[in-house]
């Protein structure tokens, strides 16, 4: 019989912004969710539902990751689409766990644990690299990762590392359909069987449509059997693939599977799980298909994203820095009721600029508005407010000589495919404005709505007459690069000198969910 979730109303993505490879598990009338982040910080994000519809963010794993000086911007090397990766979060005998790998040198993993998930987060161990790791306690005590294809390792009972000796092997082969990726272990036991998912290509399907499989055994060595339990193509992106499945309190299953979506990024999907007579874990409504209620809104993101007026001493759970900050160059303090950004490098692109402030971009539509208090900049001095990916679109406020100019911009960035270091930015400034006052409004408005992938610009001296500035930008999601969804970033940086800096009274965050009047406007 199929559940009551296949019938509910609610519209996908549940969750219109880049939180991709979820791993998520529940303790009591709650559920936890991990997601990707990599070279942001802080990372590892924790975020909390009762309904698997509404999440809100409630801690972040580690503040920051300091395995050498690509996480710092140094060096010629920068993080972009490596650090924390396809984490994995267990509750075992009332602790939390959390595993991810970092990719890219030392080539060793993390295990954190918490007794509250809302922190503090404490580091247990550095165990080697492997990737894409599910974490497993069995019932006897041992504990394992599912990683890579179909790869098992035993780690120790106090998890500080791999156990010498123990079970280390590979526990299925690739079936001939199964050429093409294979990856994005998420593992549950149930009635005595063990439950492998992992991410599937069809290359039988042009396009090569993305799946979820399941892999099924009786002993966790194996040997394991294999079905296709979500095959489906979801509006014009393609198929949806790499999640996991997770209980409701009332016995009730969830599919939570992430599907990629153009510029905005990697989207969770909500579905019902229903488990067949025989025993396997079938996803989506009784047709196979993603759930998808049109006639009602998008799941508001406002436990995810949001506006802040920063009159907090410490910065809200929204935001994440662009790589390690350098915590002595911003203030919430100084300037009590602003977010202060002080020059902290002198550098030659947006893309090492210390201290860029970010938060998602969400769909299908957003709106962005920052209020820019430019005082405190000096000659060199860049600040300003960007739709921020691999190509980026760019409000630079430019601080030359005596003269403050507004600059509308795209920025392509080009990396060294050795070192993934900034090879250069290929910048085009499109449209200049003259600057007279000493406060500016800078807004950014995206469309990710099928076919759009677009930013646009505009600005304001007072707040109430807005003007458009350049031209569209198309958002790209590219896993060559930056490898993440678009994402709003402020930031300020110096090419000349150091001791500027830029106050930012606020930053009004608006998506198509609270029936915003100018959102609204914009697509009509």
Not at 271 to 280: A, I, L, N, Q, V
Request: aromatic share 14%; with cysteine.
């Amino acid at each position: 019989m199929w559940n009551t979730l296949t019938f509910a109303q609610y519209r996908n993505p549940i969750i219109y912004a880049d939180v991709p490879d979820m791993s998520v598990c529940r303790v009591g009338d709650y559920f936890y969710m991990i997601s990707t982040t990599m070279h942001l910080m802080p990372g590892a994000p924790i975020m909390r539902s009762t309904d698997m519809q509404h999440w809100e963010t409630i801690s972040y794993v580690f503040p920051r990751i300091d395995d050498g000086p690509r996480y710092n911007l140094l060096e010629d090397s920068t993080a972009y689409g490596q650090g924390q990766w396809a984490s994995s979060i267990r509750y075992h005998k009332g602790k939390f766990y959390v595993w991810f790998s970092a990719n890219g040198a030392p080539g060793r993993g993390f295990i954190y644990t918490a007794e509250n998930p809302e922190g503090p987060w404490t580091l247990l161990s550095r165990p080697c690299h492997h990737h894409d790791g599910s974490l497993f306690f069995d019932d006897d005590g041992r504990v394992y990762l599912f990683h890579g294809t179909g790869q098992l390792t035993e780690l120790k009972p106090d998890l500080s590392d791999v156990l010498p000796g123990g079970i280390n092997c590979q526990i299925f082969e690739r079936d001939a359909d199964e050429q093409g990726l294979l990856e994005g272990s998420s593992v549950i036991k149930k009635d005595g069987k063990y439950y492998l998912l992992m991410i599937s290509m069809d290359w039988s399907i042009p396009g090569r449509l993305r799946r979820e499989v399941c892999y099924r055994a009786d002993s966790i060595t194996g040997p394991y059997e294999k079905r296709v339990i979500l095959k489906t193509a979801f509006e014009s992106y393609g198929g949806v693939g790499q999640g996991c499945i997770v209980d409701g309190k009332n016995g009730e299953w969830y599919g939570l599977i992430f599907q990629d979506r153009g510029g905005v990024g990697r989207v969770p999907c909500l579905m019902p799980c229903t488990w067949t007579e025989d025993g396997w874990p079938m996803l989506g409504d009784a047709d196979g298909n993603i759930p998808n209620d049109t006639s009602v809104p998008y799941t508001s993101l406002s436990g995810i994203c949001g506006s802040d007026n920063f009159d907090s001493p410490e910065l809200s759970l929204y935001w994440q820095w662009n790589h390690n900050p350098i915590d002595e160059a911003w203030s919430l303090t100084e300037n009590p009721g602003y977010l202060r950004l002080k020059t902290a490098r002198v550098v030659d692109n947006l893309y090492l600029a210390p201290n860029t402030l970010t938060q998602r971009m969400g769909g299908p539509v957003c709106m962005g508005t920052i209020h820019l208090d430019i005082c405190g900049m000096k000659d060199g001095d860049i600040a300003g407010f960007c739709a921020f990916n691999g190509d980026s679109g760019v409000l630079s406020v430019v601080k030359d000589k005596k003269s403050t100019y507004l600059v509308m911009s795209e920025q392509k960035s080009v990396f060294n495919c050795q070192t993934h270091g900034i090879e250069r930015v290929d910048v085009e400034n499109i449209e200049f404005i003259p600057l007279k006052k000493k406060t500016i409004y800078l807004r950014v408005f995206g469309d990710f709505r099928p076919n759009q992938d677009f930013a646009y610009f505009y600005y304001s001296l007072d707040g109430k007459d807005w003007k458009s500035i350049g031209r569209p930008v198309k958002m790209i999601f590219d896993y060559t690069r930056v490898f993440m969804g678009s994402k709003f970033a402020i930031f300020n940086y110096a090419t000349k000198q150091l001791g500027g800096y830029v106050d930012i009274d606020s930053f009004d965050y608006n998506d198509l969910t609270s029936g915003h009047p100018d959102l609204q406007s914009l697509l009509d």
